[in-house]
């Protein structure tokens, strides 16, 4: 069953994925804005930093909203397990040439064959460690 909330959801993901591309010629890439938010003294570095802090602003707010927060007990893991993961994931994304977010969304977006076999390979390796850890934890 599709929720109005997840149609809406898809929309403003469709539509903020957009306005990079129309207003800026760029890809709304989280990895890459995170990369340029490293650079704060240049025009690039605050645009990086103004998109990472709308994406706190908008996880804040989807809380305040009364929007729910996955189950803590979920997270069976320690701390540095989830800093690894996170530096992995950063890695790969920076070596990968993009996130899933801009490979799956504006790259597919654009029907670019880079980003088509990145999604496959990407959720190819998701579906796997999911299988691994279902297995093993």
Excluded at 10 to 29: K, N, Q, T, W
Excluded at 49 to 68: D, K, N
Excluded at 113 to 133: E, H
């Amino acid at each position: 069953m599709i929720y109005q909330s997840e149609i809406l959801g898809g929309l403003m993901i469709g539509f903020s994925s957009a306005v990079p591309m129309l207003f800026e010629g760029r890809i709304a890439g989280v990895s890459g804005y995170a990369a340029m938010s490293l650079r704060p003294k240049s025009a690039d570095g605050r645009t990086g930093f103004l998109f990472v802090v709308g994406l706190i602003l908008g996880g804040l707010g989807w809380r305040l909203l009364g929007g729910s927060l996955p189950d803590p007990d979920s997270f069976k893991l320690n701390i540095g397990f989830w800093i690894a993961a996170g530096l992995l994931v950063g890695f790969g994304s920076r070596l990968g040439g993009g996130c899933t977010s801009g490979h799956g969304v504006c790259g597919l977006g654009r029907v670019s064959p880079r980003s088509f076999v990145s999604v496959i390979v990407f959720m190819s390796f998701a579906m796997l460690a999911t299988f691994l850890m279902g297995l093993f934890l």
